[in-house]
């Protein structure tokens, strides 16, 4: 379905609805499903508008390597949870690892593990996978993995297991939302269905995460990655145990996982989020139930990270991302063929698997020669060194590409309303459809650009 609707419509029409029906004060069994389903129910009206695609699309063959590494890794498992010990603390942390010093780490959780060692405090790490299912090797004493058995069961025996989770009293008003939500966005979500899979889920991995957190015995959680792991942050607010998420990403007021414009309490919300830089606390309405930090991220810390490069060329890179990468390589292979200049367009993780045939039009343009479609090959802070511009929607990249002083743009599909503040403050420019290197030549940008406040640093921490 295409739809003319933008994603500023959608957004604050969603937010009218909960107002509407106060859907936080809403529970079945004691459960606050609606923050349960909010993220992924946002995701699949935008989806289905086709104004965001799937963040990190999977395919067939990767879904079966996935399920594969849950049975692996689940049967791993069964005997690390019996020798895992007690820890004053416990880690869970986020699939994206970086190589360094010869061993890889998690990039967000680093500075606190290296805090936490010097504070001679004990931890508890569960590692997640990455987005293909895969466990890097890491140097931990005290761990265990994500994946276990009961993924499987939750998934395969939803269906089953459902006809005996009850509504009750709730079917009406669910249907009211339904109907006005399909209505609003012309859209055909079953609502009901989603509560379900997901009060279901819930209901079995606080059952799991209660039995562990009474074991390990942690005072306080570090998580990557709050929203999708409601029945953790239930679990230890149940026990007194302080839950702390870390900021892994990009966040602004289009992020239904942090985006609440209320005055009231958030349910299964971490009590703190740490961020990178005071930037990221002053441009979004998160919950006021949580506070709100800013720390040193060493391994992402740009302001020393930024490398020496000579004289930049006169090239573009385009920064992909699976959400909108379908439209960016359009318009990439549309600029790269009719304009005089070198062009990179540089993959997110997530497409490495299934560009070549997702992005048609840019698989030909690369064929013919005008641009270089990038993997692994390049980091995208060895592309930023060298190319004057660089032109993308909404990735975190957009920050880093400022760090390295290219001229930096937008392209105007939707998502780039994330990056309202850089527009707001001439750091970026939103192109016009059939820009020309013209374009890119005409803009002068505003050059007096804080790192620090973007990515806190440990000479200015406060």
């Not at 986020?94 to 959780?109: M, T």
């Not at 200049?341 to 997530?350: D, Q």
Request: proline share 2%; net charge positive; glycine share 4%.
């Amino acid at each position: 379905m295409t739809s003319n609707l933008t994603l500023k419509y959608v957004r604050d029409t969603f937010i009218e609805i909960e107002n509407k029906y106060d859907v936080y004060s809403l529970t079945l069994d004691d459960i606050y499903f609606w923050k349960l389903i909010r993220f992924d129910l946002f995701s699949r009206i935008t989806k289905d508008l086709k104004i965001l695609n799937e963040g990190h699309p999977l395919t067939k063959k990767d879904k079966v390597k996935k399920f594969l590494g849950i049975v692996k890794y689940g049967s791993k498992n069964l005997w690390l949870r019996t020798k895992v010990s007690q820890a004053d603390v416990m880690l869970l942390s986020h699939g994206r690892k970086f190589a360094h010093s010869n061993i890889y780490v998690d990039p967000y959780l680093y500075d606190i593990q290296k805090m936490l060692e010097k504070n001679k405090e004990t931890y508890l790490v569960i590692d997640r996978p990455d987005h293909y299912g895969k466990h890097y090797e890491m140097d931990f004493e005290n761990y265990i993995y994500f994946e276990r058995f009961g993924h499987v069961v939750r998934e395969l025996m939803y269906k089953p297991f459902s006809g005996n989770l009850n509504l009750k009293n709730k079917e009406n008003t669910i249907n009211i939302i339904q109907n006005e939500i399909n209505s609003v966005y012309n859209v055909d979500i079953d609502l009901t269905s989603l509560i379900m899979k997901k009060k279901f889920r819930f209901m079995q991995e606080k059952k799991y995460f209660l039995k562990l957190l009474k074991k390990i015995n942690p005072k306080k959680i570090y998580l990557v990655v709050s929203y999708g792991k409601e029945e953790l942050i239930s679990a230890a607010d149940d026990l007194g145990i302080e839950t702390i998420e870390v900021q892994h990403g990009v966040i602004s007021n289009y992020h239904f996982g942090y985006y609440y414009p209320y005055d009231f309490r958030i349910p299964y919300f971490p009590s703190r989020l740490v961020l990178f830089g005071k930037y990221w606390e002053d441009s979004v309405f998160y919950p006021n139930n949580c506070t709100l930090e800013t720390n040193s991220f060493s391994l992402l810390n740009m302001s020393e990270y930024v490398k020496k490069f000579e004289e930049k060329q006169e090239s573009v890179v385009f920064i992909s991302q699976g959400s909108i990468g379908e439209k960016l390589s359009q318009v990439a292979a549309e600029f790269a063929s009719n304009n005089n200049i070198s062009c990179y367009y540089k993959l997110h993780p997530s497409e490495y698997n299934q560009w070549k045939f997702k992005y048609k039009e840019l698989f030909l343009c690369e064929k013919q020669g005008k641009i270089k479609v990038v993997s692994n090959q390049e980091t995208i802070y060895e592309l930023f060194s060298k190319c004057k511009y660089s032109i993308g929607v909404y990735s975190t990249s957009i920050f880093e590409s400022l760090l390295y002083e290219c001229e930096t743009f937008l392209t105007e599909i939707e998502g780039y309303q994330y990056m309202q503040f850089l527009i707001d403050n001439n750091y970026v420019k939103v192109l016009p459809k059939n820009f020309s290197i013209c374009d890119l030549k005409d803009f002068k940008s505003n050059k007096a650009i804080n790192v620090s406040y973007f990515y806190m640093n440990e000479g200015n921490k406060q």
